[in-house]
């Protein structure tokens, strides 16, 4: 069945970094496109980045464009999320997402001093 396992969420002080991945198995990860979304407490959930399969193009919410990268590897089924200058309104819950269709159980980051 399909699995997508998050890791890498902590928490982290204002200006710091931190890498997120994302382990894939069950599907074609290499002809999917791969997203990552986050959903801070009482809001709603929001796209953060996308990669797209075939093309790699990237598309970024404006929140985070210039701080946040996501790039894939398709040998190893994963896809990640580096994370610099995180601030505090980077808080939230991140979920990786395989064609917005499948969904990881989230990772934890917190930015806090």
Known sequence: ???LVESGGDLVQPGGSLRLSCAASGFSFSVSSMSWYRQAPGKERELVARIISF???KTYADSVKGR???SRDNAKDTVYLQMNSLKP???AVYYCSAEGKYWGQGTQVTVSS
């Open 1 to 3: 069945q399909v699995q």
């Open 55 to 57: 093309s790699g193009r």
């Open 89 to 91: 309104e980077d808080t």
């Open 68 to 70: 946040f990268t996501i």
